[in-house]
């Protein structure tokens, strides 16, 4: 199977063109929530101890939503013609999926710190954590070291897919901000694409060495 930042970025918008409605509308539900959430904080005290309940209320509807929507673009991976906006719902593993996040960054964090390349190596390396613990349930520890195996030896051809990506949705952003509607979707779907492909190529590695 192909892997190439190139190939990625095709089949996102090949997928997206099977239904380029059902994905608008997913973005501007997303949109929505995300204003939802915002003024659901909004409604706590700036300051105090009511303050942190905020932040607390604030991290665990974005962590579900984020859940969501990793969910709802792996279905619309699989099978496009049949995912519906109910695969936005998707609160579990909810800790697994928050840990995995939290020592995601903090490993980001301290790369960047130790002369910014190791965060770099990190933010490539580790990305499809949050989409293990959805698809495989997997814990955040075992989920992490399963993305550093599968993107092994692929590293850089995501370098050029993590940049395309930007690029993409910065010249999105540049046509009045209405071409995130299709970038954002594309991209989206390449990232999981990325996903799924080596995924694929790392299982079938294992099974030709079983085989030996």
């Not at 993409?168 to 299709?182: E, I, Q, R, S």
Request: some cysteine; aromatic content about 12%; charged content about 10%.
């Amino acid at each position: 199977m192909e892997f190439s930042a190139s190939a990625m970025i095709r089949f996102g918008w090949e997928t997206f063109k099977k239904r380029p409605w059902f994905f608008v509308q997913v973005f501007v539900v997303q949109i929505l929530l995300t204003w939802a959430i915002n003024v659901v904080v909004s409604i706590f005290p700036q300051d105090g101890v009511v303050s942190l309940a905020g932040i607390f209320v604030n991290i665990a509807l974005s962590v579900l939503l984020s859940m969501g929507v990793t969910a709802l673009v792996l279905k619309a991976h699989d099978a496009v013609e049949s995912v519906t906006l109910g695969a936005l719902w998707h609160p579990q593993p909810f800790w697994q999926y928050l840990g995995a996040g939290i020592v995601y960054a903090l490993g980001i964090l301290a790369g960047t710190i130790l002369f910014i390349i190791p965060g770099i190596i990190v933010l490539i390396a580790y990305q499809f954590g949050g989409y293990i613990v959805i698809d495989r349930n997997f814990g955040p520890i075992v989920a992490l070291q399963e993305s550093g195996r599968i993107t092994r030896g692929n590293r850089w051809e995501l370098c050029l897919l993590l940049l395309l990506i930007f690029g993409l949705n910065l010249a999105g952003m540049l046509a009045v901000f209405v071409g995130l509607f299709v970038t954002i979707p594309i991209t989206a779907l390449a990232i999981a694409h990325a996903y799924r492909t080596l995924e694929h190529r790392a299982s079938e590695v294992v099974s030709g060495v079983s085989n030996v």
